[in-house]
């Protein structure tokens, strides 16, 4: 992941300089309490303009590029006010839980709550989150069925619906992309199907779509891409030729919106759609949501299976987001989502997990619960309510060590694995 609004800071004018000498001035004061004068860091931006990629101040090295910004000003935890558990909290309560190598464990899973499982690797977290957790909450919601790996499972009611982010493609044809997954080329569709030239020719909405036929190019049917099938080797994609990966048809491309075709659009990242579509507030929404998750530079008709894993994971994450927003205000009735994620962060940058750990606390702060199995401190200090499992793997796991706010686990220390390592970054990191 890069911030090139962070990392490209133009070094050569003065004013640049200035800025990022106060940046600097800023974090080596919330680091160190000292405050210092930002003139004198016109030194650091002068070794920058060499291509130095460090910056030396009264002896301390700081990096000038974002790792270095994350690693001199850190994440402060909480980032919004803590969500307190009491015994009168609605919660689910997993009874007898006896799978792999958990052994007949009772769990209390606190509701509208950012709730982390953490332990060393082979405790038991992804069998409790995953296999206990998910696979009976989706049968029972989906009508019911015998419950596995548990004897009894209390307190689903405020739950309508469960469902697992994880890291794998959002579709598996290159024909879905971030606009077809998230939704918002319905609406893009009806715009263009609402221009001059589209209603001249009698075009609906569905002419552009590249999902179904009647305007997307016929040779790859809406792909922009062929695959050749190679024996005893993998497939190979190559562009089509007749659109050259324009996915439509020629009647369909003459048609402009703000002079601009579909294709075109397809071909805008997240930060251009932004602006091209300013004033349309159905398609600036979810845009505005991408850009919140670090996914400005994606292209909205990316094909999915080249999309990274943390980004289709981050791309579902706005998609719920999305359809919480379109929500009707004031409903009586708005459904109540659990969330499992297992380790949401292995492979993200330090920023990523900051805007991840951004989206989650939304989809908290709207009602629904989230269950992360994490390793990542900064998740783990986000977390209303922690269920440590342990304290060993295998058969020397398996049980429940500590559950409480991330403060009571951290003061298990002597017990906890994860106890001793939270409560030393909690004391660096409490705001
Ligand atoms: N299908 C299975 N059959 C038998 N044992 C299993 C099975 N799946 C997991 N286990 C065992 O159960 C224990 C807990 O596994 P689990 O995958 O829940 O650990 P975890 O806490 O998620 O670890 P990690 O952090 O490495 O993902 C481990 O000792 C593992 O070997
Ligand atoms: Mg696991
Ligand atoms: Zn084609």
């Known amino acids: 992941m890069t911030d090139s609004s962070e990392a490209t800071v133009e070094f050569g004018a003065a004013q640049a300089r200035l800025a990022y000498a106060q940046g600097l001035a800023k974090a080596i004061e919330q680091n160190t309490g000292i405050k210092t004068e930002a003139q004198s860091y016109a030194n650091a931006a002068a070794l920058k303009r060499d291509d130095v990629d460090f910056a030396i101040i009264d002896g301390v090295c700081y990096a000038s590029n974002l790792t270095g910004r994350l690693l001199a000003t850190p994440l402060r935890h909480p980032l919004k006010p803590r969500r307190p558990v009491t015994s009168r909290t609605p919660s689910l309560q997993l009874e007898g839980v006896t799978l792999h190598n958990l052994a007949g464990l009772d769990v209390r899973i606190p509701l509208g709550r950012l709730v982390v499982v953490t332990g060393v690797s082979g405790s038991g977290k992804s069998t409790l989150a995953r296999d206990v957790l998910y696979t009976n909450l989706r049968r029972f919601l989906a009508g019911g069925g015998p419950l596995t790996g548990l004897r009894g499972l209390r307190g689903v009611q405020p739950l309508s619906r469960v469902l697992e982010v994880d890291q794998t493609p959002i579709g598996r044809t290159p024909r879905s992309c971030p606009a077809t997954y998230v939704g918002f080329w319905d609406d893009i569709r009806r715009v263009y199907a609402g221009s001059d030239e589209a209603r001249i020719r009698g075009y609906s909405a569905s002419r552009f779509s590249f999902n179904t036929a009647g305007g997307r190019c016929t040779d790859c ?92 994971q981050r791309i579902k994450l706005v998609t719920e987001l999305a359809r919480l927003a379109a929500l009707k205000p004031g409903r009586a009735t708005v459904a109540h989502t659990l969330y499992v994620l297992d380790e949401p962060t292995v492979g993200l940058h330090m920023a990523d997990v900051e805007r991840l750990a951004g989206v989650l606390q939304r989809l908290v702060d709207a009602g629904n619960t989230v269950v992360m199995v994490e390793h990542n401190l900064d998740l783990m200090a986000q977390a209303d309510w922690i269920i440590d499992l342990g304290p060993e793997a295998g058969a020397r796991g398996g049980r429940i060590v500590a559950a409480g706010s991330p403060a009571q686990i951290a003061a298990r220390h002597g017990r906890s694995h994860t106890g001793a390592a939270l409560a030393p970054f909690l004391r660096e990191r409490a705001d």
């Open 221 to 312: 049917e809406g792909q922009g891409q062929r695959t050749i099938e190679m024996s005893f080797l993998p497939d190979v994609k190559v562009l089509c030729d007749r659109c050259g990966g324009r996915r439509f048809d020629q009647q369909t491309l003459e048609v402009h919106w703000r002079g601009r075709s579909a294709a075109e659009v397809l071909a805008m990242n997240v930060e251009e759609a932004l602006e091209f579509f300013a004033a349309h507030a159905r398609v600036r929404r979810p845009l505005t949501l991408l850009r919140d998750v670090g996914l400005g530079y994606l292209t909205l008709g990316q094909p999915s299976p080249t999309l990274s894993g943390g980004e289709a």
